[in-house]
């Protein structure tokens, strides 16, 4: 319960794959141009860096994650 994390370091070490967030995104929080293009999905998945670079933005959450791993990155959950 006490144990030092290096925050600093932006790879799963079990895994060895750098680690991405994947978060919800509601569509109206989106961009008028980016809004047009999402058609009638009301909730969206975004995958981002450590930095908080939004590397893509699916439909899916499965395929959030199955993005993620099939790119050598290992998708943590964003609440």
């Known amino acids: 319960m006490d144990t030092k994390y290096d925050f600093d370091t932006d790879f799963d ?3 060895g794959r750098p680690i991405v967030y994947v978060r919800t995104v509601k569509a109206d929080d989106l961009p008028e141009e980016m809004r047009a293009q999402v058609g009638n999905h009301k909730t969206l998945y975004a995958v981002h860096s450590t930095e908080g670079e939004r590397l893509a933005l699916v439909a899916d959450r ?7 791993r099939q790119n050598d990155m290992e998708p943590v959950a964003v609440h």
């Open 62 to 68: 499965k395929l959030a994650y199955f993005l993620a």
């Open 13 to 15: 070490t079990s895994a």
